[in-house]
Nanobody
Framework: QVQLVESGGGLVQAGGSLRLSCSAS????????MRWYRQAPGKQRELVAA????????NYADSVKGRFTISRDNAKNTMYLQMNSLKPEDTAVYYC?????????WGQGTQVTVSS
């Protein structure tokens, strides 16, 4: 099993920055792809960003390209999401996700609120 714990959320003004962390209970070296999702009130959960094991390949939702950066530190069993130039529409609960041995694991989420 893999336990994922997100942290770093909070309240920030538009244009500000936050860095989210996702800490795993086991080594993430063998977890090929890790992802950040978000879910705003009344909306479906959407994929924000993804990163492969070595960090060589990343993907982003069009809405966050150029503003968010996903990264991972396998030695620390942690994935990050650096969020810059935040907008009110980025307000959501952010979740990290990892697929390991054909099982999808989720964290409990961290709230990000961007005020205008």
């Amino acid at each position: 099993q893999v336990q994922l714990v997100e942290s770093g959320g909070g309240l920030v003004q538009a244009g500000g920055s936050l860095r989210l962390s996702c800490s795993a209970s086991r080594s993430i070296f063998s977890i090929n792809v890790m992802r950040w999702y978000r879910q705003a009130p009344g909306k479906q959960r959407e994929l924000v960003a993804a990163i492969t094991s070595g960090g060589s390949s990343t993907n982003y939702a069009d809405s966050v390209k150029g503003r968010f950066t996903i990264s991972r530190d396998n030695a620390k069993n942690t994935m990050y999401l650096q969020m810059n130039s935040l907008k009110p529409e980025d307000t959501a609960v952010y979740y990290c996700n990892a697929m390991w041995v054909a099982v999808s694991y989720w964290g409990q989420g961290t709230q990000v609120t961007v005020s205008s």
